[in-house]
């Protein structure tokens, strides 16, 4: 070696320490903030900053994580196969193309791990599900952040954000924090705009809440489509969120690729007991659904007669609202003055949000007593 050539540890990064320097792009990373579950001063909250089902899980799916928790020494089936075929069953889906992960998030990550890298573009709206942007830094790509439309998601601007370097695009829908939906027609006009060597992730952890009409038909274009990624969650209308299982839907092609990157036994034995079970008792999935399009309406309604007060509600189809205070009680007095009243809800300034709350449709006592203390805030009235 001449004295003019460096080996990599004369080229790598050093810190003041000596210690190991992680990579630029995952030092640019905001780490996830999670809801609250407690107060600042450390006092139990009640819990309307997660997205948790309010009726809480199924006495059947309960039973059915007991039993499994009768064998603790074995590992859990490494391919999830009974829980793939309920998946399935239940959806009318091929097996074969089902994965599985710890949460959806997981597969969200996976999807940019198997597609994307340093000098790649990944795509995603404004006030989007803040797991894409840890997903495109983590491997190195590049954050493409496309603007709103009133909240809701705008197909031309995604479209034109479409570079030759763009390699995957995520969309959730409905959305979160927003709530916010973007109709099937829109949908299928996004997809038929991007390239087929661009993965797109429609993002579905809400989907159980809408009505078959309000259906963007996610699964029927994973099924047909080789570059569509559909992702799901238990941890929502199902109330499994302890349980962290997520599934996903997508060409052979596309689950052959995740499943090599894919963490072994990701998914624990009573996780996979849970969802089977879950899946068996649509019973208590109606009684959500129900639940929520009920008090969602209803605390909508409430707000709404607050637009005097510079109170606004986006439309959602999700299982919480997202609130709009942009006249002289702003959004961080109201989250202050429910955690004081021993409520979390999710403030969201570091998501662009700083005037919006975003609200999870608790029962029906959180949900009216939510409502009058609003009232009381922003109407000065007893």
């Known amino acids: 070696m001449t004295s003019d050539q460096k080996t990599p540890s004369d080229t790598a990064p050093r810190s003041p320490t000596g210690a190991p320097v992680a990579k630029d792009w995952i030092m640019a990373i905001a780490p996830y903030v999670p809801g609250k579950a407690k107060s600042d001063d450390g006092r139990t909250l009640i819990k309307l900053s997660a997205n948790e089902n309010p009726l809480g899980t199924s006495p059947v799916v309960r039973d059915a994580v007991r039993d499994a928790l009768a064998d603790l020494a074995t590992y859990p089936d490494p391919s999830a196969t009974a829980l793939r075929e309920a998946i399935a069953a239940t959806h009318g889906l091929d097996p074969a193309r089902v994965i599985y992960g710890t949460g959806s998030d997981e597969l969200l990550h996976l999807a940019a791990s198997a597609f994307a890298g340093p000098g790649d573009e990944i795509i995603y709206v404004k006030y989007g599900f803040s797991v894409y942007d840890i997903a495109a830094r983590r491997v190195g790509a590049t954050p493409v952040v496309v603007a709103d439309r009133d909240y809701g998601t705008d197909v031309d601007a995604l479209l034109a954000a479409v570079t ?11 959305n979160n924090p927003t709530g916010t939906f973007t109709p099937r027609a829109e949908i299928a006009r996004l997809l038929d705009g991007l390239r087929p060597d661009i993965l797109f992730v429609l993002d579905q952890a809400y989907a159980e809440y809408l009505s078959d009409d309000e259906d963007d038909h996610g699964l029927q274009l994973a099924m047909d489509r080789a570059n569509v990624f559909v992702t799901r969650t238990f941890s929502k209308i199902y109330g499994l969120a302890a349980e962290r299982i997520g599934w996903g839907y997508a060409s052979a092609a596309v689950i052959d690729a995740l499943h090599r990157i894919r963490a072994p036994f990701n998914l624990t034995t009573s996780a996979q007991a849970a969802g089977i079970a879950a899946l068996g008792d649509q019973r208590f999935v ?28 986006v439309p959602s189809g999700a299982n919480f609202l997202l609130i709009l205070f942009e006249g002289a009680v702003g959004a961080e007095t109201v989250y202050t003055a429910l955690m004081d009243a021993g409520y979390a809800t999710r403030w969201l300034p570091g998501q662009g949000l700083p005037q919006a709350l975003r609200i999870t449709i608790g029962t029906e006592a959180h949900v009216k007593d939510i409502a009058a203390r609003v009232r009381t805030l922003v109407t000065g009235e007893g």
């Not at 109606?286 to 509600?313: D, I, P, T, Y």
């Open 164 to 174: 030759e370097r763009t390699r995957v695009v995520y969309l959730a829908n409905p």
């Open 286 to 313: 109606e009684q959500s659904r129900e639940h929520n399009r009920v008090w969602r309406g209803w605390l909508a309604e409430q707000m709404e007669a607050l637009g005097n007060h510079g109170v606004r509600v």
